[in-house]
């Protein structure tokens, strides 16, 4: 039986009142629902984890965040340590999504820092890795892949069994486009053949690359899929309840 993982990444969105409002949505969306076997993250954006870290009190909820520093402390105007996130309640942080590595030049040197980071600090890091339309359509897919996810070579077996992965083809966030069900399944595979034969591992891979309430239960169903790291649908209740019920029914199946 599958086990899922469904991830809200609110990426600069809501305010504080906002966030509490959508959290209630949820809370009361899932409210005698079976989800055992799906656990359900968000990530808010900085300014509202302590608030969203309250309001989902009393819930399965789980709290995460969008990036972080790899210094415990110091002089770093307007980075966030992994103590920081601890004390607002974090139990998995997002890293090297390609938001971060686009705008921000995030790349493989910081993300072995940043990753040491967590989990020096038992936070649960989700590493992002994906290419561009340019770089699939290139056939440079599995040569991109490979470079980003290689970085994980630098840890041992017991520190990547508290792994988890994000494929997001960068030509799918935020354009409604989506990879189809055949290449999310070739791309899982790979990873999962990749993780397999270096550490004899089986860790959580999720799909994010534009998933909503109507493509959810298809690309849930695709060998490898472990889940989503869901952006725009996340920050509206009815789409990311449907996305959960999707992940509840196949698995109750």
Request: proline letters at 3%; one cysteine or more.
């Amino acid at each position: 039986m599958k086990k899922y993982l469904i991830a809200g990444n609110w990426k600069m969105n809501l305010l504080q009142a906002e966030t509490a409002n959508l959290i209630s949505q949820i809370k009361e969306g899932i409210q005698n629902k079976k989800i055992d076997d799906v656990d359900i993250l968000i990530c808010p954006p900085f300014t509202n984890l302590s608030i969203a870290n309250k309001a989902i009190e009393n819930s399965p909820i789980i709290l995460g965040a969008q990036n972080m520093h790899f210094m415990p402390k110091g002089a770093f105007t307007g980075e966030i340590s992994p103590e920081m996130l601890l004390d607002s309640g974090c139990r998995y942080v997002i890293l090297g999504h390609s938001e971060r590595r686009q705008y921000f030049k995030e790349d493989n040197e910081l993300l072995i820092k940043k990753l040491q980071a967590a989990f020096d600090n038992n936070l649960i890091p989700i590493l992002c890795i994906g290419e561009t339309l340019e770089e699939r359509q290139n056939n440079k897919t599995f040569e991109v892949l490979y470079n980003q996810i290689t970085i994980i070579h630098n840890f041992s077996r017991e520190q990547l069994t508290k792994l988890v992965i994000a494929y997001e083809p960068v030509w799918a966030i935020g354009t409604g486009l989506t990879a189809s069900t055949e290449q999310i399944k070739e791309v899982h595979q790979w990873i999962a053949d990749h993780i397999y034969a270096h550490f004899a591992l089986q860790i959580p891979i999720l799909y994010g690359g534009s998933m909503n309430d109507k493509n959810a239960k298809e690309i849930l169903s695709t060998e490898n899929v472990n889940g989503g790291l869901i952006g725009g649908a996340s920050l509206k209740s009815e789409q990311f309840l449907k996305i959960i019920d999707a992940a509840i029914e196949i698995v109750g199946n």
